[in-house]
C-alpha cells in the first residue's frame, strides 16, 4: 500500500486547526490513519483536533499490537478508540474557560494491505472510496451535520445544500460533549483503488465528480493529494484543508 497526507491552513484562516496522521502497524501489516478538523477559539480547536487524532490512533496501535492474542473486533476497536479520543478532548474542555467549546471531528480507522478497511466517523470529515477501475466515487462515511439532516428530510436537494448558509453547522463532534456516537463502516479497496480522508475544506470546494477525475489522472497518492489541495488553494481555500490518500 502507498499513503500520503497533506494540510493547509488555507487563504483565509490564522490558524490550521486541522491534523492528520497516518502509522504503519508492521505487526498487523495494516496502516491506521486518521483526521480531524477542530473547532472553537484558535487554540482550543487546534489543540482538540491534535490531542483526539492522537488518542485516537494511539489507542488502535496499542491494541493491534497487544501480546494477548486474540481475534480482532475492529468494530469494537475503533469505537472504544473514539470513546476515548472524545474523553480526552471532553476533559480538557472542562479544565479551563479558554478550551470551552472546543471539539473537533474525526475521521478514520485501519486499512489491511489485503484492502479490506474499517473507518469511523463523528462530524462532517469524509472517508471516500475511489474505484478507476469501475471509473466512481463512493462517500463511505455519512456527515454528522445540518444540511444532511435537511436533505434526509427532503427540506433541500444535495445541490441546495453545497451552497446552505449554515452547510458548516455540524451536529456531532469529539469533545462537546461526555459521549458522543460515532458511525462505523467497513469498505474493501481492489487493485489501484484509493481511500480518500479529507476535511470540509476540501469536499465544500471541490467535487466529487473532480475528486474521481483527479484520481484517474494522478493515480499516485502523493501526487493526488498534492492536485487537490491546489484545486482548494487556487479557488481561494476559505477554510483548513487537509486530505489523505492511501492507495492498494
Known amino acids: 500500500m502507498k499513503s500520503f497526507g497533506l494540510t493547509d491552513k488555507g487563504k483565509v484562516r490564522k490558524d490550521n486547526q486541522d491534523s492528520f496522521i497516518i502509522e504503519k502497524c508492521d505487526a498487523k501489516d495494516c496502516l491506521v490513519v486518521a483526521l480531524c478538523d477542530g473547532m472553537g477559539g484558535a487554540k482550543a480547536g487546534g489543540l482538540a483536533s491534535q490531542l483526539s487524532n492522537k488518542a485516537f490512533v494511539s489507542y488502535i496501535y496499542a491494541k493491534l499490537t497487544s501480546r494477548v492474542n486474540r481475534a480482532l473486533d475492529f468494530q469494537k476497536i475503533l469505537r472504544d478508540a473514539c470513546t476515548e ?30 484492502g479490506n478497511g474499517y473507518i469511523i466517523n463523528v462530524g462532517d470529515s469524509r472517508a ?7 471509473d466512481c466515487i463512493t462517500q463511505i462515511t455519512r456527515d454528522h451535520s445540518l444540511v444532511e439532516e435537511l436533505v434526509e428530510y427532503g427540506a433541500i436537494t444535495k445541490e441546495q445544500a453545497k451552497t446552505h448558509p449554515q452547510r458548516n453547522v455540524i451536529t456531532r463532534a469529539l469533545g462537546s460533549e ?6 462505523y463502516f467497513e469498505f474493501s479497496l481492489q487493485g489501484g483503488d484509493f481511500l480518500l480522508l479529507c476535511s470540509d475544506g476540501l469536499s465544500n470546494i471541490v467535487s466529487d465528480e473532480e475528486i474521481l477525475a483527479y484520481a484517474k489522472e494522478y493515480p499516485e497518492p502523493e501526487l493526488l493529494c498534492r492536485s ?13 484543508v487537509t486530505v489523505l490518500a492511501v492507495m492498494k
Do not use: C, P, W
Open 85 to 114: 479520543a472524545n474523553g480526552v478532548a471532553y476533559e480538557y474542555s472542562q479544565f479551563d474557560e479558554e478550551y470551552n467549546g472546543m471539539g473537533t471531528t474525526i475521521v478514520g480507522g485501519v486499512v489491511k494491505s489485503n
Open 128 to 134: 471516500y472510496h475511489i474505484s478507476r477501475r469501475l
Open 178 to 183: 461526555a459521549q458522543v456516537e460515532a458511525d
Open 228 to 240: 487537490l489541495m491546489s484545486k482548494a488553494l487556487n479557488r481561494g481555500a476559505g477554510d483548513n
